[in-house]
């Protein structure tokens, strides 16, 4: 089924009015200038209409854009090819945000090519993957491996000081590893545990139900007096873990030789 046919001035006031912000790019003009950008452009980057058509993308690098994915963008419109990059682009106030710019050739009725681009704010979405990878950075550092003592027995070594995310990410791993190893009985070592954050302690509960209910029992060791005393305080601890005060005691009692 064929388009309808929509004057040019009806397809120029829907992109001017567009939520999403364009921009329209003339390459075979040196430099590559914007000759159209609507109001959500103008919105997003804090310059007017008249402050960027005649220029280029650059006024909105800085210090901290990509030069590797400026490169790529270029390879692309010298090709005549689409691309999607996200770039840290800089508002007219100096304010940092991350762009996800795509970009296609487009040609009109006389075959001149120009550049079709949108783009879109997802400095939220950056940030929340940039605050992801550095738990994930983080429990690798504060964490030393689970250790395989055998195809049954594993110990999960918990050190320093304990943040909420840390400790989510930390569980999280963990379980899913336990299972996969058919694991039966882990030793979750507090031995070099410092101190944890508010509501410690009922995680630590927590997580210990949720590997109960996987089949797996669980000894706590290493245990220092403050953490004791939050955990006979709390009401919904499991009666049925057991508690060593060291790994050394743990494993002699599972009549496990240390060598």
């Not at 070592?189 to 508010?198: A, I």
Request: glycine share 6%; net charge negative; hydrophobic share 35%.
């Amino acid at each position: 089924m064929e388009d309808y046919p929509i004057s040019a001035n009806i397809m120029y006031k829907a992109l001017r009015l567009s939520p999403s912000p364009v921009i329209i790019a003339d390459p075979t003009i040196e430099g590559t200038p914007f000759v159209f950008v609507n109001h959500s452009f103008e919105k997003l980057t804090g310059y007017s209409k008249d402050e960027i058509i005649g220029k280029n993308g650059s006024f909105l690098q800085g210090p901290d854009t990509n030069v590797e994915s400026l490169k790529q963008i270029s390879d692309a419109i010298r090709n005549e090819k689409s691309i999607t990059q996200i770039l840290k682009n800089y508002k007219k106030n100096g304010e940092s945000f991350y762009n996800e710019l795509t970009i296609q050739p487009i040609w009109d009725e006389n075959n001149h090519l120009y550049y079709f681009g949108t783009q879109k704010d997802v400095t939220d979405v950056v940030r929340l993957q940039k605050e992801v990878r550095r738990s994930e950075e983080i429990i690798e550092l504060l964490k030393p491996p689970t250790i395989l003592l055998n195809h049954e027995i594993a110990i999960l070594p918990v050190s320093g000081y304990v943040g909420r995310d840390s400790f989510d990410l930390l569980c999280e791993k963990s379980s899913q590893w336990l299972y996969d190893k058919e694991v039966e009985t882990l030793l979750f070592d507090f031995t070099g545990t410092q101190k944890g954050y508010d509501g410690f302690i009922q995680a630590i509960h927590a997580f210990c139900q949720q590997l109960q209910l996987l089949g797996i029992q669980v000894i706590v060791t290493g245990l220092n007096a403050k953490l004791v005393q939050e955990w006979s305080a709390d009401d919904f601890w499991q009666k049925d873990i057991k508690f060593y005060a060291t790994v050394h005691q743990a494993l002699h009692d599972l009549k496990i030789e240390i060598k």
